[in-house]
């Protein structure tokens, strides 16, 4: 389903505020932006040892080419987020909407996303699929991106995907110092 990837993109493109505002290389690019940054090193001394010396470091630009697969997985997270505190509170379904809409999803498409908005992953049924640290910081940043958050509700859902997917604090807060940038 790759409408799933132009969905994706334009539904992170409509976060306002911040680095999301400035998603000129698209949501994609952002999404493995922010993977990116969540998993290097804290100190460049650090992130530079753990570098091979004959690879250079992933730029946004590799990283954000996700699967189909990944995207489905980043886009469900998304769904599951903006629903974590029990409503799809007006603001959001409106970006969700215009992400729709600007995408072109197709009949089939929009089907499965009613599905999803219907009944959301959960954290384990998310965590279960992701295979590495770099997919689970792309998945943690897509939720991350999907919802601000202001309840308590949507605060322990992030909280519990990070546990889920591994993620440790160090990691989580490069993803919020990036999205504050």
């Given amino acids: 389903m790759a409408e799933v990837k132009r969905v994706l993109d334009a539904l992170v493109r409509s976060r306002r505020g911040g680095l999301a505002a400035s998603a000129a290389l698209g949501g994609l690019a952002l999404i493995a932006g922010l993977a990116l940054r969540a998993t290097q090193q804290e100190t460049p001394a650090a992130a530079s040892s753990a570098q091979s010396p004959t ?3 992933a730029t946004p630009f590799e ?15 998304m769904v599951a987020a903006s ?5 799809i509170d007006a603001r959001e379904r409106e970006r969700l909407d215009a992400a729709v ?11 499965w996303l009613a599905r999803e908005l219907e009944d959301p992953a959960t954290i384990d049924e998310i965590a279960d699929r992701v295979q590495d640290p770099e997919s689970g910081a792309r998945v943690y940043a897509a939720a991350r991106l999907a ?14 995907l990070a ?4 993620l ?3 990691a989580v807060a490069r993803v919020e110092s990036g999205l504050a940038a």
Wanted: hydrophobic letters at 35%; glycine letters at 10%.
């Fill in 101 to 111: 809409a600007e995408s072109g999803l197709d009949l089939a498409g929009r089907q």
């Fill in 55 to 57: 690879k250079p470091p």
């Fill in 83 to 87: 629903a974590a505190d029990g409503v």
């Fill in 168 to 170: 440790d604090e160090g």
């Fill in 147 to 160: 919802i601000d958050p202001d309840t308590m509700q949507e605060r322990t859902f992030l909280r519990m």
């Fill in 63 to 77: 990283a954000g080419t996700l699967s189909d697969d990944e995207a489905t997985l980043c886009l469900r997270i």
């Fill in 163 to 166: 546990e889920a997917l591994d």
